[in-house]
């Protein structure tokens, strides 16, 4: 009974500092849709994301669209760099090709990146599932 108290506390504040970090902007958080990083990331996922300038090949990021709103979750495959600028080959995990659709010039310039997927030891941090309720209201109310 008290493993359970304890365990409940613990998630209880690193959720609540989630939050905080969040809103003082020194993280991100992203919510999965679609299946493109099936089986690692599933729809309805919630992940962190932190601003990094140190991206490399095995690298999850997160990148605006090229055209319209809205973000990509994908896995750096290879990473190009000319006149200084890097620029990311992408991939979701569950596709087949690469994100070639957005790329500019040699991928995905480092200034359309957000960030990257924080990870803990080489695993993807995620809490499942609880992205869920934005998912519905924002089909709800189009937002």
């Not at 992203?30 to 932190?50: A, H, K």
């Not at 500019?104 to 599932?129: C, D, S, T, W, Y």
């Amino acid at each position: 009974m008290k493993i359970t108290f304890l365990i409940t506390n613990i998630l209880l504040v690193l959720f609540i500092l989630i939050i905080v970090l969040n809103f003082l902007g020194l993280i991100m958080l992203g919510i999965v849709e679609g299946p493109s990083m099936e089986p690692l990331f599933q729809t309805g996922d919630l992940v962190i994301i932190v601003k990094s300038n140190n991206i490399d090949v095995g690298d999850i990021i997160v990148f605006k669209k090229k055209i319209g709103n809205g973000y990509i979750i994908h896995r750096v495959i290879s990473v190009n760099t000319r006149n200084g600028t890097s620029y990311y080959v992408t991939k979701g995990d569950n596709n087949p090709l690469p994100d070639y659709q957005e790329f500019e010039a040699l991928g995905i310039p480092q200034e359309r990146v957000v960030g990257k997927v924080l990870e803990v030891n080489g695993i993807p941090v995620k809490i499942p599932m609880i992205g869920y309720l934005s998912l519905i209201l924002r089909r709800v109310f189009s937002i």
